[in-house]
C-alpha cells in the first residue's frame, strides 16, 4: 500500500489525517492519502500567492520552455502514472484506458506549451500606440473529477502556468493519486510554490467549497456535475473569480436513414462506452430513424458483446468496472427503470462488486430516466424516431448540452442538421472526438467558458489595454 504526500511550496507535506484510496476492480486499499483541512489549502494558496509575482514576471519564452519539459516529464514517467491511474480509477491500462489517457495527457501538454497571446496592436498613427496586453490573474484553483483524472488535471494546469499564473489543484478524493505523482514530479522542473496540490474526502472539510470563496483565489476551472458547478457559481460571486466551468452533459446522437449501420456501428459504441460511459462528453442517447433501427441495434449489438470486461490491470481488459459505489448506485437505478419500459438488447444486469456489462436498451423515449438523466455509466438507451424534425426537437430538449453528433452518408445535410443542435461541439459520423487545438464547452447547463486552443488559453488572463 502507497503511503502519498502532498506537494506545497515546493515541499512534500503531510497532515494529521489520511483517508483511503480503494481500487475499484477489487475494493482493495491502494493508498493512504493526506486529508487536508482549511489550514493546509491556506498555506498552499499563500505559496501559490507568494510565487505569483515572480512567475508572472519570467519572461514568456522561458515559461514556454519549462511547460514543454511538462509533456517530457509525462512521458519519462508513463507508466507509472498509469499504474496509479488504473488502481485509482479502474480503467484498463489497455484500449482507451490508463496509457491511453496519459498518451493524452502528454500530447496535450506538448501542444499547449506552444501557445501564445501575442500583444495585439489596436492602434498605431500619429495619435498614438494603443495595445491590448494580455495579463496572468494570480492565483489559479483547479477542481478534477475522477473520471480522467490525470488528462483533465493537464487540461486545467498547462494553460494556467503557460500564461503566467499559479496553481492550486484539488483532485477527486476517488482519484487522487495519479495527479499527486504528477505534481511532485512537476516540482522538479517549476519554481517552488507554482503549482501545489490538496486532497481531502469532502466530508469534515469541503475542500472545493472553500476554494471556491478563497479571497486569493482569482479563477476557479471546475470540471464535474452540474449541481457541483452551480455551487461553484454561488460561492464564487462574492470574490468575483474568473470561473471556467465544464459541466455535465447528456449527449444525444441522430442517426439518420440514409447510414450504414455496419458501418458506424463500431463509432456509435465508442461514441458512447468509452471510459465505460464515464465521460462527460459521451454519447448518452440515441435516436435512429424507423428504417434501420433495428439494423442498427443488431450492429451495435454484435460489436459491444465482444469487448472484454474485467480489472483493468489484466492486459487483456478492454473495459473496466463503475469507479465508485455512489455512482454505480445511481447508474443501476437508472437501468432498472429503463427495463420496466424498454426492451434489453444486451446487458442490463450488475456483475459481481462495481462491474456492469455494456447495457444496450431500446423502446424508451424522452421522459424515461435513462434517456433524461446523465446516467455516466455502460448504458445506451436507444429511441425510435420517423420524423428527424422530432428527433432534432427531442435532442435539444434537455438544459444540458454539452455535445451532440449526426450518423450519415451525406455530410452536407448532416452538417445542416447539426448547426441546429444546441450543444457547443457536434461531430459527424463520431462522437467525443476532442482535440487541443478545438474550443471545447458547453451550452445551457453544461457549462461557461472554454477549454482548449487560444480561446481556451485567453481565460486565463486579464486584458490590459495600453495607450502611450
Known amino acids: 500500500m502507497l503511503d502519498k504526500t502532498l506537494t506545497i511550496g515546493g515541499e512534500q507535506t503531510a497532515t494529521a489525517g489520511t483517508f483511503a484510496v480503494h481500487n475499484p476492480s477489487t475494493g482493495a486499499v491502494v493508498a493512504q492519502v493526506p486529508n487536508a483541512t482549511e489550514d493546509t489549502l491556506n498555506a498552499a494558496v499563500a505559496a501559490a500567492k507568494a510565487a505569483f509575482p515572480a512567475w508572472a514576471a519570467t519572461p514568456d519564452g522561458e515559461r514556454q520552455e519549462i511547460c514543454r519539459k511538462i509533456a517530457g516529464v509525462i512521458g519519462a514517467h508513463a507508466e507509472e502514472l498509469a499504474t496509479l491511474l488504473t488502481q485509482e480509477q479502474g480503467k484498463p491500462l489497455n484500449g482507451l484506458g490508463s496509457r491511453w489517457e496519459v498518451g493524452g495527457a502528454q500530447g496535450w501538454a506538448g501542444y499547449t506549451a506552444e501557445l501564445s497571446l501575442p500583444v495585439k496592436v489596436l492602434q498605431d498613427d500619429d495619435n498614438g500606440l494603443v495595445t491590448l496586453e494580455r495579463r496572468p490573474l494570480g492565483v489559479v484553483g483547479s477542481i478534477t473529477p475522477w473520471n480522467f483524472p490525470l488528462m483533465i488535471a493537464i487540461w486545467h494546469v498547462v494553460p494556467a502556468l503557460r500564461t503566467g499564473n499559479t496553481v492550486v489543484i484539488k483532485p477527486s478524493p476517488n482519484t487522487p493519486l495519479a495527479t499527486l505523482k504528477l505534481v511532485e514530479l512537476l516540482n522538479e522542473i517549476l519554481p517552488a510554490g507554482v503549482l501545489n496540490i490538496v486532497t481531502g474526502d469532502d466530508k469534515a472539510v469541503n475542500l472545493g467549497a472553500l476554494m471556491s470563496a478563497h479571497p486569493d483565489i482569482r479563477k476557479i476551472i471546475f470540471t464535474g456535475s452540474c449541481a457541483t458547478g452551480q455551487k461553484v457559481m454561488q460561492s464564487a460571486a462574492p470574490t468575483m473569480k474568473r470561473l471556467t466551468l465544464e459541466m455535465g452533459g447528456n449527449d444525444a446522437g441522430i442517426v439518420l436513414p440514409d447510414a450504414d449501420p455496419q458501418a458506424i456501428a463500431e463509432g456509435l459504441f465508442w461514441g458512447a462506452f468509452i471510459n465505460n460511459g464515464q465521460t462527460c462528453a459521451a454519447m448518452k442517447r440515441l435516436y435512429v430513424h424507423d428504417s434501420i433501427h433495428d439494423a442498427v441495434c443488431d450492429a451495435l ?57 455494456p447495457t444496450i436498451i431500446a423502446g424508451l423515449k424522452n421522459g424515461d430516466p435513462l434517456v433524461d438523466e446523465e446516467q455516466f455509466g455502460p448504458a445506451l438507451p436507444i429511441i425510435r424516431y420517423t420524423d428527424v ?60 467558458g472554454v477549454e482548449f486552443g487560444e480561446e481556451g488559453l485567453l481565460e486565463y488572463t486579464d486584458i490590459q489595454v495600453v495607450f502611450s
Open 301 to 357: 449489438v454484435a460489436y459491444a458483446r465482444n469487448i472484454p470486461v474485467g480489472d483493468g490491470m489484466d492486459e487483456g481488459s478492454i473495459l473496466g468496472p463503475v469507479q465508485n459505489q455512489m455512482q454505480f448506485d445511481k447508474f443501476k437505478r437508472l437501468v432498472d427503470s429503463a427495463k420496466v419500459n424498454g426492451q434489453v438488447l444486451l446487458g442490463g444486469e450488475a456483475g459481481e462488486g462495481l462491474f456492469f456489462p
Open 389 to 448: 424534425e422530432q428527433a432534432l426537437a427531442d435532442a435539444n430538449a434537455l438544459e444540458t448540452g454539452l455535445g451532440g453528433s449526426i450518423w450519415s452518408r451525406d455530410i452536407a445535410a448532416a452538417r445542416a442538421l447539426a448547426a441546429r443542435m444546441e450543444c457547443g461541439s457536434v461531430w459527424i459520423n463520431k462522437h467525443g472526438a476532442i482535440q487541443p487545438n478545438a474550443p471545447f464547452g458547453g451550452r445551457k447547463q453544461s457549462g461557461m
